[in-house]
């Protein structure tokens, strides 16, 4: 079956670096996107990476391994306003997304 | 208006009436998605239509019948719905379905709660 594993919470402090980590096993494989989702509001998008390696984006870069099933978001510099869930999603062969649960990340002062 | 909206915002309804929520997208794309979102679970995969036809419909309940009138706007109809389907209900649209890269924007959805 199609399966998406990331943590479920993570904390870290205002001003340091956290990585949000995500494996995937699909049927077939076309990219992974990473969402962020404030409370009560809608998922956004971050990035999409198609090809190993990594993808940086001011503050966030994104991170795949395509030979190992493995993703990570990386955040630096975290502000107060990075405390939101992580939404995970691989695009399988039928360019379907194949969603995680999530990961709450908690920051701080 | 901008970007992905969704109405209403809050819903409570009984198991026996009926209501609908609505999407609409003011970004010209021509595939929408209608998802289920429980807490703590993965995104839930509802309804795909492209260009005004269905093109998926992941094995979901028939008291959830979708609606697509133009590339625009998106209905989902509610109808004898049971106290598990309380959730948070997203509405998405991208580009098009033909590319794994196309993004998708998201209304700020519908928190249903059926009593």
């Known amino acids: 079956g199609q399966n998406i594993d990331q943590p479920t919470e993570m904390t870290a402090t205002e001003g340091a670096i956290v990585q949000i980590n995500c494996t995937y096993q699909?049927?077939?494989?076309?990219?992974l996107f990473w969402y962020q989702q404030h409370a009560g509001e809608a998922p956004t998008f971050l990035s999409y990476?198609?090809l190993d390696g990594l993808e940086e984006k001011g503050r966030f870069s994104s991170f795949l391994s395509r030979s190992k099933g493995y993703s990570y978001l990386l955040l630096k510099e975290l502000q107060m306003k990075d405390s939101a869930s992580y939404l995970c999603a691989a695009v399988d062969s039928n360019y379907q997304l194949i969603w995680g649960a999530g990961t709450k990340l908690i920051i701080k002062p | 208006e901008t970007g992905v909206t969704q109405t209403p915002r809050h819903l409570v309804m009984g198991m026996t009436n009926k209501k609908s929520l609505k999407c609409e997208q003011h970004?010209?794309?021509?595939?929408m998605y209608w998802y289920k979102q429980s807490a703590k679970k993965p995104l839930e995969l509802m309804f795909v239509?492209?260009?005004?036809?269905?093109?998926e419909n992941n094995s979901v309940p028939s008291r959830f019948s979708p609606e697509c009138p133009n590339s625009s706007h998106l209905f989902l109809h509610l109808h004898t719905l049971q106290p598990e389907d309380s959730a948070l209900y997203l509405c998405?649209?991208?580009?098009?379905?033909?590319?794994?890269?196309?993004?998708?924007?998201f209304g700020p959805g519908t928190r249903l709660t059926v009593t």
């Open positions: 998405a649209s991208s580009q098009d379905k033909t590319s794994p890269s196309y993004e998708q924007y």
């Open positions: 970004l010209g794309h021509n595939a």
């Open positions: 699909t049927s077939g494989f076309n990219g």
């Open positions: 990476n198609v």
């Open positions: 239509y492209s260009l005004e036809e269905r093109v």
